[in-house]
């Protein structure tokens, strides 16, 4: 399938007072037209960070963002003039947020905000507009979508502020739909929901999906592909099947021992031993040398490059050769 999204060399500093630092650093993939790809990592990996700079909206400064391209629908998104990119943005790709409350404005009934987005991003005017919100909450499975539609934000339950998020989202009929951790803030059932309805839409819609989530629970039900980042920099990425059976970078085997066990939620952080390094301050080789059981004098002195793994995966670590004999230490995940 040829890309709808073609990332090469993506990278973003910021400018700080403890000094300059590498949020994401020389950072590519693509995603095809219909597909979704995950992009995995503890918080500050700099997931979020590379969503936002796809849609430019970093400030600048302290964020500077360079990088050979992000291609998408045959414009080079890091070139497109400010005026050209908002068209892009919310139109051609929409995003859904963690927190739905802070996106959704409280003064105004969710039937308005929704006609907002189709006012902007459609052609549609008059009567048709209302007709098209109730039937967006329809889509997104708000039961009594008619009289829904005049409520406020907060008359609606996370999980039903997250579908009416999707359904503003989806207003648009935008090609690629990213998703930052949409379902961390809600209960654990709802999550399943949330998560199936988005699928579902997917589909519906055609829409390519980019998938940032800490859980790989998450990913393992509605990726296709997925890169795992670590200090900014991809460390793997691999088809999701081939991941779950067989992880291959250390830190991805670690985030597979450290996956919380439904309706026990733990912080990464305290399953894998050491901290996270500062960006401002990484060793110079291997980023995650100081937390790796198989680091070597080498690992601190040389940075590791992605070498190509077969089914189109992708691994960055210098003793891949001795990992790859070995046994999985990682728990397989079950239905996948
Ligand atoms: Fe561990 Fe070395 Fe591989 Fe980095 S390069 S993940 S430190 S073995
Ligand atoms: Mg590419």
Do not use: W
């Not at 700080?16 to 630092?21: D, I, S, V």
């Not at 739909?177 to 699928?199: F, G, N, R, S, Y």
Request: glycine content about 8%.
């Amino acid at each position: 399938r040829p890309a709808l999204l073609d990332v090469e060399d993506l990278t973003v500093r910021f400018r700080t007072p403890a000094g300059r630092l590498t949020a994401v650093d020389r950072l590519s993939f693509d995603i095809a037209a219909g597909e979704t790809l995950a992009i995995v990592g503890e918080s500050g990996c700099g997931k979020s960070v590379t969503a936002m700079a796809l849609l430019r909206l970093l400030r600048s400064p302290p964020a500077e963002i360079s990088g050979s391209h992000v291609r998408f629908e045959g414009a080079d998104l890091l070139a497109l003039s400010e005026r050209a990119m908002r068209d892009v943005r919310g139109n051609r790709i929409a995003m859904i947020f963690q927190d739905p409350l802070s996106a959704l404005n409280p003064v105004r009934t969710v039937a308005d905000q929704i006609i907002e987005s189709l006012k902007r991003h459609t052609g549609l005017r008059g009567p048709a507009l209302h007709r098209r919100a109730v039937e967006l909450l329809d889509l997104v499975r708000i039961p009594e979508p008619q009289r829904r539609a005049e409520d406020y934000p907060h008359h609606f339950s996370g999980g039903m502020r997250q579908r009416v998020m999707i359904a503003i989202a989806i207003a648009a009929n935008p090609r690629l739909l990213i998703a930052d951790e949409p379902t961390t803030a809600l209960d654990v059932t709802v999550q399943a929901q949330i998560l199936k309805l988005i699928v579902s839409l997917q589909k519906e819609f055609g829409m390519s999906l980019l998938l940032i989530s800490h859980d790989l629970g998450v990913v393992a039900e509605t990726a296709e592909r997925v890169l795992v980042m670590y200090a900014g920099r991809k460390v793997e990425e691999r088809p999701v099947a081939d991941l779950f059976a067989r992880p291959l970078h250390p830190y991805t085997r670690a985030l597979m021992r450290a996956r919380p066990t439904p309706g026990l939620q733990r912080e990464l952080l305290d399953e894998i031993p050491g901290i996270v390094p500062s960006l401002a301050d990484l060793p110079p080789g291997c980023a995650f040398a100081p937390r790796c059981a198989h680091a070597d004098e080498a690992c601190a002195r040389l940075q590791p490059v992605l070498e190509g793994v077969g089914g189109g995966g992708s691994v960055a670590c210098l003793h891949l050769d001795r990992l790859a004999g070995e046994k999985p230490r990682a728990p397989v995940l079950e239905g996948v």
